[in-house]
């Protein structure tokens, strides 16, 4: 399975954008599909995660209120709405995809599939 991330930008605290993650290959499989940034110098972390039909969603603390994932089938696309950013929130954002399709997976070590990322940067 393939997956691109595309929607990453420059914005202003306070703004928003929207990632989308292209589920390709495999297509008649289901994942978990997630969402993880990674800052300079920082550890990969999660972010938000969604079952393959939407029934579960599990998001980070810090993102928890502003961010919502949500994911449509027929386009095998998941897409990340990311409200309110914040210059913390600036990183690489990457997609994956974990065999489990009916749970929402919050570790790395779940994710089988990666997708190269997309750069969020959040000025101040």
């Known amino acids: 399975v393939q997956l691109q991330a595309s929607g990453g930008g420059l914005v202003q605290a306070g703004s928003s954008l929207r990632l989308s993650c292209a589920v390709s290959?495999?297509?008649?499989?289901?994942?978990?599909m997630g969402w993880f940034r990674q800052a300079p110098g920082k550890e990969r972390e999660f972010v938000a995660a969604?079952?393959?039909?939407?029934?579960?969603?599990n998001y980070a603390n810090s993102v928890k209120g502003r961010f919502t994932i949500s994911i449509n089938n027929a386009e095998n696309t998941v897409y990340l709405q990311m409200n309110s950013l914040q210059p913390e929130d600036t990183g690489v954002y990457s997609c994956?995809?974990?065999?489990?399709?009916?749970?929402?997976?919050?570790?790395?070590?779940?994710?089988?599939?990666w997708g190269p990322g997309t750069q969020v940067t959040v000025s101040s």
């Open positions: 969604i079952g393959w039909y939407g029934g579960t969603t």
């Open positions: 290959g495999h297509t008649s499989n289901r994942y978990g």
């Open positions: 994956a995809a974990a065999s489990r399709w009916w749970v929402a997976p919050t570790t790395t070590t779940e994710y089988a599939y």
